[in-house]
């Protein structure tokens, strides 16, 4: 039988986290800023930076990407949403950018954009069944694929981590299995980054015309 993803526990989770460190990394579970702005690297290369963009950042926390695409001089119209209160709270407090940002943690106010990108928020499962939670991943996505129009790009741990390092909680995807679930469901242009020194990887898609 089928067990829904608990997504009661990862608020909580991601609450605890906020609550006790703030705008921070640690504040959304990432360990660097190095670390976080390297898998931010990575799920901006789904955008075509040469003209104005714009993109939801699916779980953003306090914001912190916003920041980044700011200090590179991108040109985007920025919607942040989280599941988190706090966080959303944190990141309107934090806007110090010229261009408007606009934070919500009601799904169902998102718009429709050119890019969709999450980082981080699918690794937190605690008791949802590995197969359950891929279902979850699997419906999210598709949900990534109806918001924009351009492409979608998000990051997973994976199976390929070090197993004595490998935790219960914790979603170790497999990269092999949503290449292929986004090359036969999304579109035919999909990239796959597993190569820049983490314990995760990036999955890309863009949408031809």
Request: charged content about 25%.
């Amino acid at each position: 039988m089928k067990k829904e993803a608990d997504l009661a526990a990862v608020k909580a989770y991601f609450t605890r986290c906020i609550v006790e460190h703030g705008s921070s990394p640690l504040g959304v579970d990432w360990n660097s800023v190095a670390s976080q702005e390297l898998r931010f690297e990575q799920l901006l290369r789904v955008v075509d930076a040469s003209a104005p963009f714009s993109i939801l950042d699916y779980g953003s926390g306090y914001g912190a990407l916003a920041d980044y695409i700011e200090q590179r001089g991108l040109s985007a119209d920025y919607f942040g949403y989280d599941i988190v209160e706090e966080a959303v709270q944190l990141a309107r407090q934090n806007q110090k950018g010229a261009r408007p940002r606009t934070f919500s943690s009601d799904e169902a106010t998102l718009p429709k954009v050119d890019y969709v990108v999450a980082s981080g928020i699918f690794n937190i499962r605690n008791e949802t069944p590995f197969e359950d939670w891929t279902e979850y991943v699997l419906e999210t996505l598709t949900r990534f694929d109806q918001l924009s129009t351009k492409g979608f790009a998000s990051n997973f741990l994976t199976k390929y981590s070090d197993a004595d390092r490998m935790r219960a909680h914790i979603y170790y995807a497999d990269p092999g299995f949503l290449f292929d679930y986004a090359k036969r469901h999304f579109s035919r242009n999909v990239a796959l980054l597993h190569d820049y020194e983490l314990y995760d990887f990036t999955l890309i898609v863009r949408k031809s015309g």
